[in-house]
C-alpha cells in the first residue's frame, strides 16, 4: 500500500506529464513521439528490438499520463475513457477507390 507522500509524488508526476502534453506544442510532440514509437504500427516483429524498445517507452508515457491499473482507476474507466477518446475520431479506411474510378 502506498503512503500518503508516495501516492502525492505519483500524482504531482502524473500532472507534470499532462501540463507538458495538454499545451498545443506539448500535443504536436505527442503526436510525433506516437508515431515514432511505433504506437500506431501493429506489424512490429519480435526481432525488431529497437521498434519494441520504442513501443514500450511510449506504453510507459501513457501510464504516466495516469492510464495504469490503479486501485482508483479500475481497467474499466481506462477502456471507457479510451473508447470514448476512439469514437470522436473520423470513420476513415486507407487506399479506398471510389465507384467512380471504378
Given at each position: 500500500?502506498?503512503?500518503?507522500?508516495?501516492?502525492k509524488?505519483i500524482?504531482?508526476?502524473?500532472r507534470?506529464?499532462?501540463?507538458?502534453?495538454?499545451?498545443?506544442?506539448?500535443?504536436?510532440?505527442?503526436?510525433?513521439?506516437?508515431?515514432?514509437c511505433?504506437f500506431?504500427n501493429?506489424?512490429?516483429?519480435?526481432q525488431?528490438?529497437?521498434?519494441?524498445?520504442?513501443?514500450?517507452?511510449?506504453?510507459?508515457?501513457?501510464e504516466?499520463?495516469?492510464?495504469a491499473?490503479?486501485?482508483?482507476?479500475t481497467?474499466?474507466a481506462?477502456?471507457?475513457a479510451?473508447?470514448d477518446a476512439?469514437?470522436k475520431l473520423?470513420?476513415?479506411?486507407?487506399?479506398?477507390?471510389?465507384e467512380?474510378?471504378?
Open positions: 500500500m502506498l503512503s500518503k507522500q508516495e501516492r509524488l500524482l504531482d508526476e502524473r507534470a506529464w499532462r501540463d507538458v502534453f495538454s499545451t498545443p506544442s506539448g500535443r504536436v510532440v505527442f503526436k510525433r513521439m506516437a508515431k515514432e511505433y500506431f501493429d506489424e512490429i516483429t519480435p525488431d528490438i529497437d521498434a519494441i524498445g520504442k513501443n514500450n517507452y511510449f506504453k510507459t508515457i501513457i504516466r499520463l495516469g492510464c491499473n490503479d486501485p482508483d482507476m481497467a474499466d481506462v477502456a471507457d479510451i473508447i476512439v469514437l473520423p470513420l476513415t479506411t486507407k487506399n479506398i477507390e471510389t467512380e474510378n471504378e
